[in-house]
């Protein structure tokens, strides 16, 4: 179970590398900074607005799977399961070895910053982002997909499932905290942050997904003999 829950935190941390996402809360805080205002309402509503419609994706998927399977009288074997993780495994490979056009990662599209200055429709962004993002989201996918094929399936893993979508917006909610302490080292290390995400985390994203690749193809293939 620990194994299970360290690699869904692993996939949640590589989800958390949306530069979209932090880009936009830093540019709702530096707005209301710029107008004396408290970033928090705005920010936090796009945020809730991006964890409420991913959770209920996470939900619903692992529910409509579910139902498939049954329906269908689909048995989840070893076979099955490491045959996933091994296609699981070869995608990650094959996304961390494409190079990313640099520069796009982090443009804000115009609507968002019309919107950053109204927390109802910042959250109505979240929203549309979260739609967008959760199921392309090739981690969380890959999550969801290990969390259905699991047997027995988690009694609270509904829980799971909001728990991972959490870990997802870790650094917005990171630069939002930071943002609002006043002490000299907060705002260095918040400046610090948003400076080394903007730099590295397309390329981090790239080496996790080698890593995390590496790692499901490995285990799948050492699992050879439950291929067959």
Do not use: K
Request: proline share 7%.
């Amino acid at each position: 179970m620990l194994i299970f829950l360290l690699a869904l935190a692993g996939f949640a941390f590589l989800d958390s590398l949306h530069v979209l996402n932090i880009g936009i809360t830093a540019a709702v805080v530096v707005d209301s900074r710029l107008s004396r205002r408290s970033p928090v309402p705005g920010a936090l509503s796009f945020i809730a607005g991006i964890f409420i419609v991913t959770t209920a994706f996470g939900i619903f998927t692992v529910l409509g799977l579910s139902f498939l399977t049954d329906l269908i009288h689909f048995d989840i074997t070893p076979t099955v399961r490491y045959w996933a993780e091994l296609v699981t495994g070869v995608v990650l490979l094959i996304l961390g070895g494409l190079q990313l056009p640099g520069g796009t990662a982090g443009a804000m599209p115009p609507w968002a910053i019309e919107a950053r200055r109204r927390p109802l429709l910042l959250g109505l962004v979240g929203t549309g982002i979260g739609l967008g993002q959760a199921p392309t989201a090739v981690p969380y996918l890959a999550a969801l997909a290990i969390l259905t094929v699991r047997e027995p399936r988690p009694t609270l893993w509904p829980l799971i499932v909001a728990g991972y979508c959490l870990i997802a917006l870790l650094p917005p909610i990171l630069v939002l905290y930071t943002a609002t302490r006043r002490s000299a080292r907060t705002r260095q290390f918040y400046r610090a942050f948003i400076r080394a995400l903007s730099r590295f985390g397309p390329m981090s994203v790239r080496v996790l997904f080698l890593i995390f690749g590496a790692l499901l193809v490995v285990d799948g293939l050492r699992n050879y003999s439950a291929l067959y």
